[in-house]
C-alpha cells in the first residue's frame, strides 16, 4: 500500500473569477492533506490553474487584453482567495510555465513518433463552450450533449490520439480496479458510456488560424494542442515528471484526484489512456463529488445564483464557511447552499454546540476550580457516566479515521458533534454547580476535567477543518498543534495551569431579515352594521375558553444562558423552539446560574409581543412557579423529539 498521500483538485480555468464550485473542491483537498499531515504521513498537495484554449482567449479579447495578461489577471483571484481560505497546498502549477510546456511537448514529440498520435482530416460537430468534437450521433437535439448549447460546424485537418484502441484495456482496468472511480456509482456512468458507444480517437490539436492561444506541436508548428490533453498533464509535470525523477517516483500515482462530476469523461476516460500511452502508471482513486445547488438548480453565472466564497468569508469567518463546505454535502452526492442553512448549521453546531460547551466548561473551572486545571486520576473514566462519556468521545476518533478512508467527511463531522452534545448532556448528569454547592470539589474537578478532554479531542479530529479556532480552542487548554497518537489517551492536559477567561469562540449570528412589502391601507368602515354585535360581560377575574387559546404555550430548549450586563437579576438566553432560535430576558438569575440551566426544556409564551429590556430584546416569557423566596422553572417531565411543542 501506498504510504506517501498525493491528491490532486483540478485546475481552474482563468476566464472568470473563482466561485463556491472551485472553493469547495480545493477545501476539500486542504482537509484531506491536513488530516495525513497529523498522521505524519508525507503528503503531497497540488492545486493550480488552467491557462490555455479558447475560453481564455475569448475572455481575453472581451476585456481588450493579450491573452497571458487575461491569466496574469485572473489567476491573482485564485490565489488571494486560497489564502483567504487557509489553503495549504505545496504547489500552485500555472500552464503556461515553462516548466509544465515543455514537458507537455516532450509528451507529444513521444506520442507522435511512436505512432500514438497521426493527423487526419475532420469533419464535424464543435461546442466552444465545451472545446470538444462531436459527431452527429452524439449531439441532443442538435446541441452539444454536455452543456446543451449549439455547436459549430467545423471541417478541417488536425492530429489524434489513437485512444479508440485502449476502450476493451480501460473497461477492464475499471472493473478490476474497483478504486479506481469513485464513488461506486461514477464508476458505472463511465462503464457505461464505454459499453455502449464505440471510443473515439481524440483530437488532441487546434490549428492556430483558428485558435493561437496554447502549447504550439512540436512537429507542426501550424498547430496548437488542445486544452484538456495540456490541462490533464499539470498532475504529473508538476512533480518531477521527465526533469525529476526521485521526485515523480515520490509522489506517483496520485492517492486522490479530486474533480466535479462534470468533468468525469475526460479524467476517468481520456487521462487514463493518455497515461497507458506513455506507459505511466494511473492514478489510485478519481473521486468526483456532486454540484452545489442553489435549491435543486445548479450555480450559474447566467442565472445569477452563484455564491461568492469571498462574501461569505467576509461575513461569518474562514472557519466556519470551511466547516459548513464540508460538514453539508455527502461526497458524490449534491448538495444545497442557502444562506439561512448555513446560518442554521452554524449556530445549531458551533454557536450552540460546541462553542457553548467551551463557554460553559471554561467558565465553570473559573468560578468552581479557582480558575486552574484540576489533577485528573486515571480511574475517572473507568465507570459509570464518565466511561459512556469518553467511549463516545473514542467512538468520534474511530468514526472520523474510517471517513477519511471512506471519503464521508461529513459522517466523521457528525459524530464528533455527537461527542459535543454528549458531553453537555453528561454536565446535565451531574450537575456541577450541585456538586459544588455540596462541597464535592473532586466530583466537580472529574467532571469538568472530563469536559475539558474531550473538548481536546474533538478540537484535534476537527482542527482540519477549522484550524484557526480549533488552534484557539486548543490554547485555552495550554495545548498546540494536535498530536493524533494523544487522542486515545486520557489526561493530557497539564493540571495546575491557568485557564483564561475568553469571548465565545463562535458567536451566534441572526438570519437576515426580509423586508416586508408594505400593505395598503385598509379603507375606514363608514357604514354601521346592519346587525348590531351582541356584547358578553365578563365576570371580574374570570377569562374564556377562547382568551386561553389566545395564549400559545410551547416547549423551548435553553441552548445558551449568560448574565445580562449591568442586571443582577437578569439572564440573557437562547432558547430553541422547533427550528427557530429566540433570544428571551428571564429575571431568574438570583434562583439559577447560567451554568445549571442550559439544556433544560422549559415552557414558553411563544406569541407575546417582544419588548426591551434593558434595552436588549425579549422574544417571550418563560413561566416559573415561586412561593416566598423560592423560584423554580416549570419544566416538561422527560424528553420529546422535538422542540416548540404546543403545550396542551
Known amino acids: 500500500m501506498k504510504k506517501n498521500y498525493y491528491v490532486t483538485t483540478p485546475i481552474y480555468y482563468v476566464n472568470d473569477q473563482p466561485h463556491i464550485g472551485h472553493a469547495y473542491t480545493t477545501l476539500l483537498a486542504d482537509v484531506l492533506a491536513n488530516y495525513h499531515r497529523l498522521l505524519d504521513t508525507p503528503t503531497f498537495f ?12 475569448q475572455a481575453a479579447d472581451k476585456n481588450g487584453i493579450t491573452a497571458q495578461e487575461q491569466c496574469d489577471q485572473t489567476v491573482v483571484r485564485f490565489q488571494e482567495l486560497w489564502d483567504r481560505l487557509e489553503i495549504t497546498n505545496d504547489d500552485f502549477i500555472r500552464t503556461t510555465e515553462p516548466r509544465h510546456k515543455k514537458i507537455v511537448q516532450e509528451v507529444l514529440q513521444d ?16 461546442c466552444v463552450g465545451c472545446e470538444r468534437f462531436f459527431t452527429e450521433k452524439d449531439l441532443v437535439d442538435g446541441n452539444c450533449p454536455d452543456c446543451g448549447k449549439k455547436v459549430e460546424a467545423i471541417q478541417e485537418a488536425n492530429y489524434f490520439f489513437r485512444m479508440s484502441k485502449y476502450q476493451d484495456w480501460l473497461i477492464n482496468h475499471i472493473e478490476t480496479h474497483p478504486e479506481f472511480i469513485q464513488p461506486a456509482f461514477r464508476a458505472n456512468e463511465t462503464l457505461g458510456f464505454l459499453k455502449t458507444k464505440e471510443l473515439q480517437d481524440l483530437c488532441i490539436s487546434r490549428p492556430k488560424a483558428r485558435l493561437a492561444w496554447g502549447i504550439e506541436l512540436p512537429f507542426d508548428h501550424e498547430f496548437v494542442t488542445y486544452v484538456w490533453f495540456d490541462a490533464l498533464l499539470n498532475y504529473i509535470t508538476a512533480i518531477g515528471y521527465k526533469s525529476d525523477d526521485k521526485k515523480f517516483n515520490q509522489w506517483w500515482p496520485a492517492t486522490q484526484q479530486l474533480i466535479g462530476k462534470d468533468i468525469l469523461t475526460t479524467h476517468t476516460v481520456y487521462w487514463p489512456t493518455m497515461l497507458k500511452a506513455m506507459g505511466v502508471e494511473l492514478p489510485q482513486s478519481v473521486f468526483a463529488h456532486g454540484w452545489w445547488l442553489t435549491g435543486r438548480t445548479k450555480m450559474s453565472k447566467s442565472l445569477g445564483n452563484v455564491v461568492d466564497p469571498m462574501e461569505m468569508v467576509d461575513r461569518y469567518g474562514v472557519d466556519a464557511f470551511r466547516y459548513f463546505l464540508v460538514a453539508e454535502m455527502t461526497l458524490g ?45 486515571k480511574t475517572a473514566i473507568e465507570t459509570g457516566p464518565e466511561k459512556e462519556l469518553w467511549e463516545t468521545v473514542q467512538q468520534a476518533v474511530i468514526d472520523m479515521e474510517e471517513s477519511i478512508n471512506t471519503m464521508r467527511l461529513n459522517n466523521g463531522i457528525a459524530s464528533v458533534l455527537t461527542a459535543v452534545r454528549k458531553v453537555n448532556q453528561y454536565f446535565e448528569i451531574k450537575q456541577p454547580w450541585t456538586l459544588a454547592k455540596e462541597g464535592k470539589t473532586e466530583d466537580v474537578a472529574t467532571t469538568l476535567g472530563l469536559a475539558a478532554e474531550a473538548l481536546r479531542v474533538c478540537s484535534a479530529l476537527l482542527y482540519p477543518v477549522m484550524p484557526k479556532q480549533m488552534s484557539a480552542l486548543r490554547s485555552i487548554f495550554g495545548l498546540t498543534k494536535p498530536n493524533l497518537e494523544h487522542l486515545r489517551i486520557f489526561g493530557v492536559i497539564t493540571a495546575g495551569i491557568t485557564i483564561p477567561k475568553i469571548d465565545p469562540l463562535f458567536p451566534r449570528v441572526e438570519q437576515p431579515k426580509e423586508e416586508k412589502p408594505s400593505q395598503p391601507t385598509q379603507k375606514k368602515q363608514t357604514k354601521k352594521s346592519a346587525t348590531p354585535q351582541k356584547t358578553t360581560e365578563k365576570q371580574e377575574g374570570i377569562i374564556t375558553y377562547d382568551d386561553v387559546m389566545n395564549v400559545k404555550l410551547c416547549t423551548a430548549k435553553i441552548v445558551t444562558a449568560a448574565k445580562l450586563e449591568g442586571a443582577d437579576k437578569l439572564l440573557k438566553l437562547q432558547v430553541k423552539v422547533g427550528d427557530e432560535t429566540r433570544q428571551i430576558i428571564a429575571g431568574i438569575a438570583q434562583h439559577y446560574s447560567a451554568e445549571e440551566i442550559i439544556g433544560k426544556t422549559i415552557i414558553i409564551v411563544a406569541n407575546l409581543k417582544p419588548a426591551k429590556i434593558r434595552g436588549v430584546e425579549s422574544q417571550g416569557m418563560l413561566l416559573c412557579a415561586s412561593t416566598g423566596d423560592h423560584l423554580k ?14 403545550v396542551k
Open 46 to 57: 497540488l492545486t493550480g490553474t488552467d491557462e490555455h484554449g479558447q475560453k481564455v482567449q
Open 111 to 126: 506520442l507522435y513518433d511512436r505512432d500514438e498520435i497521426y493527423r487526419a482530416e475532420y469533419e464535424g460537430w464543435y
Open 333 to 377: 452526492q449534491d448538495a444545497s447552499f442557502t444562506e439561512e442553512a448555513f446560518i442554521r448549521r452554524y449556530n445549531s453546531d458551533l454557536a450552540n454546540d460546541l462553542g457553548n460547551l467551551l463557554s460553559r466548561t471554561v467558565n465553570m473551572l473559573g468560578r468552581y476550580c479557582n480558575g486552574t486545571f484540576p489533577t485528573l486520576g
Open 633 to 646: 422553572l416549570i419544566t416538561v417531565d422527560g424528553e420529546l423529539p422535538n422542540t416548540g411543542a404546543l
